[in-house]
């Protein structure tokens, strides 16, 4: 889960990281309210929506006087900002960020991550900050500093000098420095983040270390063990496909080609969408349905599916091993009944009570394809989706 950039800083305020001072607003009038309690000459209008790259899109704007953060206000609210990062939908902006304006001397760049392949937290810092870690990498890899943290004692301030001090920071800034890193490492881990991404972290003119930008992701099945995280969820920052079947215990991701996917298990919707590629198609979502797949699940995988309008196509994939065949099979029979969904579907069943499950499909009636394989379901996907566009097509040549 993601959560926006004010939230961010108000957690890692409290674990001890310095923030340029800054307040919500959800409209123009309080933007200026805002600035005005803020107080200074400066303040920063910043865009809350999840996802990065929002100064060059201009997200994140400049302003010298009440009247500048009012119009800054009044031109983001309710702006679709498209970013190089957002995708092309974008992202809606509902929340404004109001900061005071801080004079920077220097920009770092600081990043937490799970490692997986060494399974610790790997601090990745830079004195190039401003610029995305991509092209930091490419363009200046040697001002990279990465330092990996043994899980059992957590970071130590010795770590946290070395890093300071291999990012070229004066004795005078090396504390404040130190205070940033250990907090950033202490609500990284206590709040079970995957990923804390301060870029700038920022040096003033005044020798403080501050984080003038924050990105913040938690690791989604931790979430039950942190109410107060859980409860910063912004549902309208979320894909509402993804939303709406989270809400219902299925795991969704969205794409954005022809053929709906109803699989189980994380591999084989992977394996799929490479299948059907390969057959040349394009996949138009994929829905994870689980384990434990009751006739219900499978018929609210079909209504899922079919919201999105881009389907043309639906392919259900099942490898039981926990799961049963014949209870799929079943649930493809009783969704399809209740509720016709005007597109092409193919099923492939493989497993345990496979045998049952094909005669459950067979003896339907319903016009389902089967299929034996992977590679025959999603060629079959393809031929079928294609052949219904064409029927589709004809139709509308008729009319
Ligand atoms: P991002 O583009 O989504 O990563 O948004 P950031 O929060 O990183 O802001 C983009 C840029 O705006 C920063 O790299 C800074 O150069 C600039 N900026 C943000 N806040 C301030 C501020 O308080 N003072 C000044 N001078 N520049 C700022
Ligand atoms: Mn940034």
Not at 139 to 159: H, L, R, T
Not at 292 to 299: I, N, S
Not at 306 to 323: C, H, P, Q, R, S
């Amino acid at each position: 889960m993601d959560i926006h950039e004010y939230q961010a800083k108000e957690i890692l305020a409290r674990f001890g990281v310095a923030t340029p001072k800054g307040a919500l607003a959800y409209s123009p009038e309080q933007a200026a309210y805002r600035a005005r309690e803020i107080g200074g000459k400066l303040w920063v209008v910043k865009a809350q929506v999840h996802t990065g790259g929002r100064g060059k899109a201009g997200g994140v704007k400049l302003c010298r006087s009440e009247d500048e953060v009012m119009d800054a206000a009044d031109e983001l609210l309710g702006k679709k900002l498209v970013t190089h990062q957002s995708g092309p939908a974008g992202k809606i902006v509902g929340r404004l960020y109001i900061e005071g304006g801080v004079a920077i001397a220097k920009e770092l760049y600081l990043g937490f991550v799970l490692d997986r392949k060494s399974e610790r937290v790997m601090v990745v810092a830079s004195s190039e900050g401003g610029m995305e870690i991509e092209e930091i990498a490419a363009e200046k890899p040697d001002s990279i500093v990465k330092v990996s943290v043994e899980p059992a004692v957590g970071m130590q301030a010795f770590q946290a000098r070395e890093i300071a001090f291999a990012l070229g920071l004066k004795p005078s800034q090396i504390q404040s420095a130190v205070n940033a890193l250990m907090g950033c490492y202490r609500a990284f881990e206590e709040l079970d983040a995957t990923m804390l991404e301060i870029n700038p972290l920022i040096v003033t003119e005044d020798d403080h270390v501050m984080a003038l930008d924050a990105k913040m992701t938690f690791d989604d099945n931790a979430l039950f063990r942190h109410p107060a995280v859980a409860e910063l969820r912004d549902k309208s920052q979320e894909d509402p496909r993804e939303t709406h079947a989270n809400d219902r215990g299925l795991s969704y991701v969205g794409l954005t080609g022809k053929i709906g996917c109803i699989v189980n298990g994380a591999g084989l919707a992977m394996a799929t969408m490479d299948m059907i590629k390969l057959a040349g198609g394009e996949p138009a979502n994929f829905l994870d349905i689980g384990g434990g797949a009751t006739p219900e699940r499978v018929a609210k995988a079909f209504k899922l599916v079919t919201m999105d309008k881009n389907v043309e196509a639906i392919l259900v994939n099942i490898f039981a091993g926990i799961n049963r065949c014949d209870w799929v099979a079943e649930g493809v029979v009783q969704a399809l009944e209740k509720s016709p969904v005007g597109v092409p579907v193919i099923v492939r069943l493989a497993g345990t009570h496979v045998e049952e499950g094909r005669r459950i499909l067979a003896r339907s009636g319903l016009p389902i394809i089967r299929a034996n394989t992977l590679a025959e379901a999603a060629e079959r996907a393809v031929a079928a989706w294609k052949n219904n566009a064409n029927t589709v097509g004809l139709k509308v040549v008729n009319a």
